[in-house]
């Protein structure tokens, strides 16, 4: 009798001393003791064209700043290295309860590329990046293949502690990348060859400079030439035979295309200084924008990072218009009112 009697004890006292942890951190002992509170922030990059998640893959460094509800800034941080590609990165802050605006940058680390304008701003307005260009013949010149970099921006987070129980929050910061992979291909349809000095690429716009929220400021007109030349021959099947196909491939990279900024792809014939091909390269490439799901354009450009493009040139040395252009391998007839 006596032992029933001292168990129902025991259940008792656990269950109110459960009770009482559960019920607040402060009453766990008699001194008051504050419960455990973190704000972290974690990133993801899904805004692509395969909507999934690369950023273990693709972001191998990142920055973040941190602004409170008057605009000044109370947090940053930097990271790099291979903990990004772990899959579960985050960074622990010690944000303390309030609202905030989070302005990321990633990609920074190592990239020459691209400068941003302070790592220490005042507000977030300063938070602006320039694609870093060289002066050639009076022109912006950018002839690199850019490493990737990436934006992120979420505004008006509330962080609220409650004295009384655990408190923890995430902060996801989606980014998007800005920087594109743009190759040409020419092909010489009679199968003779295409020498390396025959034809130059380039591609001319206004994308230099980037604002704290990733918009498009003013900028002087950037050249962006090929950062690799290849030239090859490919067997194509013929009616009755195969045939040799000559190709001339430049590679491009560039900053962040909009649908508010004209963008032209030329490629000139070098002995007679002349332009083949002379297009709006931003109409071109939205010429395939439905094959990858109902989207704006500007999201489109957005989203997809890589493109191919390939032009058929005649035995003149002509553009064979006839003949069509594949965008990243898809088949499409070129505007009336293109500009050659």
């Given at each position: 009798m006596h032992i029933r009697k001292f168990r129902n004890k025991l259940v008792i006292g656990a269950a109110s001393l459960l009770a009482m942890m559960t019920a607040g951190c402060s009453m766990v002992t008699d001194a008051p003791e504050a419960c455990p509170a973190q704000l972290r922030v974690r990133f993801v990059y899904d805004y692509n064209i395969k909507f999934a998640d690369a950023f273990a893959h693709e972001v191998k460094s990142v920055c973040v700043w941190a602004f409170d509800s008057d605009g000044r800034l109370v947090w940053s941080d930097n990271v790099s290295g291979p903990q990004l590609s772990t899959g579960d990165f985050y960074i622990d802050t010690p944000l303390t309860e309030g609202k905030y605006d989070f302005v990321s940058w990633c990609g920074l680390e190592g990239n020459s590329d691209f400068s941003l304008a302070t790592y220490t701003p005042s507000s977030k307005e300063e938070l602006e990046?320039?694609?870093?260009?060289?002066?050639?013949?009076?022109?912006?010149?950018?002839?690199?293949?850019?490493?990737?970099?990436?934006?992120?921006?979420?505004?008006?987070?509330e962080y609220k502690v409650d004295p009384f129980a655990p408190s923890f929050k995430t902060v996801t910061i989606p980014l998007m990348k800005d920087t594109k992979d743009i190759r040409v291909m020419l092909q010489h349809l009679d199968g003779s060859e295409i020498d390396n000095k025959d034809f130059s690429c380039t591609i001319t716009t206004y994308d230099a400079n980037l604002a704290w929220?990733?918009?498009?400021?003013?900028?002087?007109?950037?050249?962006?030439?090929?950062?690799?030349?290849?030239?090859?021959?490919?067997?194509?099947?013929?009616?009755?035979?195969?045939?040799?196909?000559?190709?001339?491939?430049?590679?491009?990279?560039?900053?962040?295309?909009?649908?508010?900024?004209?963008?032209?792809?030329?490629?000139?014939?070098?002995?007679?200084?002349?332009?083949?091909?002379?297009?709006?390269?931003?109409?071109?490439?939205?010429?395939?924008?439905?094959?990858?799901?109902?989207?704006?354009?500007?999201?489109?450009?957005?989203?997809?990072?890589?493109?191919?493009?390939?032009?058929?040139?005649?035995?003149?040395?002509?553009?064979?218009?006839?003949?069509?252009?594949?965008?990243?391998?898809?088949?499409?007839?070129?505007?009336?009112?293109?500009?050659?």
């Open positions: 990046v320039k694609l870093n260009t060289l002066a050639e013949n009076g022109e912006n010149v950018s002839k690199s293949h850019i490493p990737g970099l990436y934006h992120g921006y979420v505004s008006n987070v929220n990733n918009a498009l400021l003013p900028s002087p007109v950037v050249t962006y030439s090929p950062w690799n030349i290849r030239y090859g021959q490919t067997a194509a099947p013929g009616v009755r035979t195969m045939t040799t196909v000559s190709s001339l491939l430049f590679d491009m990279s560039t900053s962040r295309l909009s649908t508010e900024r004209d963008a032209t792809l030329t490629i000139h014939r070098n002995w007679d200084d002349r332009d083949i091909i002379r297009i709006n390269l931003i109409d071109y490439l939205l010429l395939v924008k439905g094959h990858y799901g109902d989207m704006s354009d500007q999201e489109y450009l957005d989203r997809q990072d890589d493109y191919s493009m390939v032009f058929f040139i005649d035995q003149n040395s002509n553009w064979y218009a006839a003949g069509g252009i594949f965008i990243n391998n898809w088949a499409v007839v070129p505007p009336q009112h293109n500009e050659m």
